[in-house]
């Protein structure tokens, strides 16, 4: 049986799994993909601070200077660029079973 999974850190690489670590040793217990979702979203619109300024406006500014470069934003659930629509374009993982939890075992790119 083959899943698709959010949240692979065994795959993903250093980043993610530094993150597991820290998050399990504040809290106690391993984080669930959204807690990386809004890790990754909160570093995100800081990149888009940093890059646009501390405003609405330059927020939009930031995101858009992001979504024109095309560069992959490196994330602890994978890098992912944003595209037109500022969807996060990323890759697919899939899982396989594992002692009672799914695995990552493989990345697919986005196309």
Known sequence: ?????????????????????????????????????????????????????FSRQGVREGLESMIRSGEAFPGVTG?????SNRAAIRPLIIGAPDGGAFRGIQTVAAR
């Open 79 to 83: 890098g992912f660029v944003l595209n």
């Open 1 to 53: 049986m083959r899943v698709t999974l959010f949240f692979a850190p065994d795959l993903i690489g250093p980043a993610a799994t530094d993150f597991v670590d820290r998050y399990t040793r504040r809290f106690g217990n391993e984080p669930l993909y959204g807690a990386a979702y809004a890790y990754d979203a909160t570093k995100l619109a800081a990149h888009a601070v940093a890059l646009g300024g």
